[in-house]
């Protein structure tokens, strides 16, 4: 007969060496180095989703970096894409009143407007041109609108300074060209147009002033047309914090100056 136990089932044994042992064999022994596994493992998989979570943020700011240029890209060609045709047309207007008064000098504006065309389709798709490239634009613009305009309306153009090695954002100047002959111009009263460039080591300023003649029937005005306001945007887009604007127009007289920041 086997000795009895009090309470009939398998009580506290002692193994070898005396130590206690539970009833399923797991020793105080085990919790130590369990509670040490159970905490690596879930250091591990925190910084594994800590990780994904700053690789996923990351791509996101990628995207939005992204979608922010080509929204920038997309808005400043939509600008462009509306400047050229409207400098375009005014342009053939002019040729077509040559055309009809049988002027001599209408196939030298035909030339002058194909230099101002190449420019316009070939320099005008870059956001930065040479500086050159457009007071050439300008001067064949000029001596465009001669050809049309009376001994009432003489023009001072000058150009001061280096251009060389010089880059602007093509016809932002031109688009204020354009304007002083769409409303400065009078075939009545004496209408004198200034036009002014001054280069610099540091900007390139332009000035520009001529008296305000509204035809009637005409509902822009010369500071608040579609050429200026996309020439503002531009500027935004381009010249961040490196331009100055100044827009004067008292309803007689119409002043502009633009400096930018090389």
Not at 39 to 48: E, G, N, P, Q, R
Not at 187 to 212: G, M, W, Y
Not at 254 to 260: F, I
Request: charged letters at 25%; proline letters at 5%.
């Amino acid at each position: 007969m086997g000795e009895h136990r009090p309470g009939g089932g398998r009580g506290f044994e002692r193994g070898p060496g005396g130590r206690g042992r539970g009833e399923f064999g797991v020793g105080p022994r085990w919790y130590p180095m369990g509670f040490t596994s159970a905490f690596i493992f879930i250091l591990i998989m925190a910084l594994s989703t800590a990780s994904k979570t700053v690789q996923q943020w990351k791509v996101t700011e990628r995207r939005i970096a992204q979608a922010e240029a080509d929204k920038a890209s997309a808005e400043l060609s939509f600008l462009k894409a509306q400047i050229n045709p409207h400098f375009l047309f005014n342009t053939l207007n002019n040729i077509y009143s040559l055309i009809l008064t049988n002027s001599q000098n209408a196939a030298d504006s035909v030339m002058k407007l194909s230099n101002i065309m190449r420019y316009v389709t070939d320099d005008v798709t870059h956001d930065f041109v040479p500086l050159q490239s457009e007071i050439d634009c300008i001067n064949d613009y000029i001596e465009l609108q001669r050809l049309r305009i009376g001994k009432n309306s003489p023009i001072d153009f000058t150009v001061t300074g280096d251009p060389k090695r010089k880059v602007i954002a093509p016809l932002v100047l031109m688009t204020f060209v354009e304007n002083v002959f769409k409303y400065g111009i009078s075939k009545r009263e004496h209408s004198p147009l200034f036009i002014k460039i001054e280069v610099s080591d540091i900007s390139i300023s332009f000035f520009c002033e001529n008296l305000v003649f509204i035809n009637k029937g005409e509902t822009e005005n010369p500071s608040t047309g579609i050429g200026i306001k996309n020439t503002v945007q531009r500027l935004k887009h381009l010249y961040p914090d490196k331009y100055i604007l100044d827009i004067v127009n008292d309803g007689k007289e119409y002043k502009v100056n633009l400096t930018l920041q090389s």
